[in-house]
């Protein structure tokens, strides 16, 4: 089991940049595919990015693409996403998440239903 937990979220203009971590707790943080979810007010929780075990592949919603960047640092247990050009619609609670088991593609990467695990959010919010 793996215990995650989300740093980082703020205010910020539009137009700024945001980098939020995910910090895991156990030593098999390197086994798990990771990804990060945010959910604005009244909506869906939707996929943001998603990075596979090694780091050597991610996946990135439509909407972010160019704008963010998830990494991972095994050696520090942590997952990154780096957030620039902010809009106000990115303005949501971010989660991370976690999958222990393995599958590949757009599709597995970013359903919500493969991850296994999750913090409880980083608030972001972009003023106009």
């Known amino acids: 089991q793996v215990q995650l937990v989300e740093s980082g979220g703020g205010l910020v203009q539009a137009g700024g940049s945001l980098r939020l971590s995910c910090a895991a707790s156990?030593?098999?943080?390197?086994?798990?595919?990771m990804g990060w979810f945010r959910q604005a007010p009244g909506k869906e929780r939707e996929f943001v990015a998603a990075?596979?075990?090694?780091?050597?592949?991610?996946y990135y919603a439509e909407s972010v693409k160019g704008r963010f960047t998830i990494s991972r640092d095994n050696a520090k247990n942590t997952a990154y996403l780096q957030m620039n050009s902010l809009k106000p619609e990115d303005t949501a609670v971010y989660y991370c998440?976690?999958?222990?088991?393995?599958?590949?593609?757009?599709?597995?990467?970013?359903?919500?239903?493969?991850?296994?695990?999750w913090g409880q959010g980083t608030q972001v919010t972009v003023s106009s």
């Open positions: 990075i596979i075990r090694s780091g050597s592949i991610t």
């Open positions: 998440a976690a999958d222990p088991d393995y599958c590949s593609g757009y599709g597995c990467r970013a359903a919500q239903i493969s991850y296994d695990y």
């Open positions: 156990g030593r098999t943080f390197s086994t798990y595919a």
